[in-house]
């Protein structure tokens, strides 16, 4: 039976039904039994370079066309707030933080990814932006805390 269109009557109806619900998980079940099973020739392609290869080229070509539904999305405000909520609540997590801890432990024994990160700490542009941004977010945070910033007017905006 084909699917009806997207957006029409018929597709919300079917989206509604019950025989949509149990369509959604027989195709999830036999996706699972697929990827579980190391001999899948599902899972023998996903995980091919040749495949993630592809797969990066799709996805850059897509982000580099300026009017890519995803790239508005992205770039959206709502979207990276939504993004900044969901790490902040997740590395409440002790789980997560443990995991964060042990990655970047192991991150650091890796002496090419310790030797990147150690030149960028001492590139001077680097560290002026650093700066910048640092005494930004100060500036920021007096203002909302009520303090008047450094050199600026001397009452509180609060």
């Not at 009557?9 to 699972?32: D, G, I």
């Not at 392609?45 to 290869?53: F, H, K, L, M, T």
């Not at 990814?113 to 590139?123: A, G, P, T, V």
Request: aromatic share 6%; with cysteine.
């Amino acid at each position: 039976m084909p699917l009806p269109k997207k957006g029409t009557p018929e597709y919300e109806a079917w989206r509604n039904s019950p025989a949509y619900e149990e369509w959604r998980k027989t195709t999830s079940q036999v996706v699972k039994d697929l990827w579980q099973d190391p001999n899948s020739k599902l899972r023998q392609a996903r995980q091919s370079d040749e495949y993630r290869e592809k797969h990066r080229q799709r996805m850059l070509k897509q982000w580099q066309e300026p009017n890519s539904k995803i790239r508005q999305v992205c770039q959206s405000e709502e979207f990276r707030e939504k993004v900044r909520q969901a790490i902040k609540e997740a590395m409440q997590d002790p789980e997560v933080r443990a995991r964060q801890s042990e990655s970047v432990k192991q991150a650091w024994q890796n002496p090419e990814i310790r030797e990147k990160y150690l030149s960028f700490l001492r590139d001077p542009e680097a560290n002026k932006e650093r700066r910048k941004r640092i005494s930004e977010g100060m500036r920021k945070s007096s203002k909302r805390i009520g303090r008047p910033p450094k050199g600026g007017e001397t009452e509180c905006s609060g």
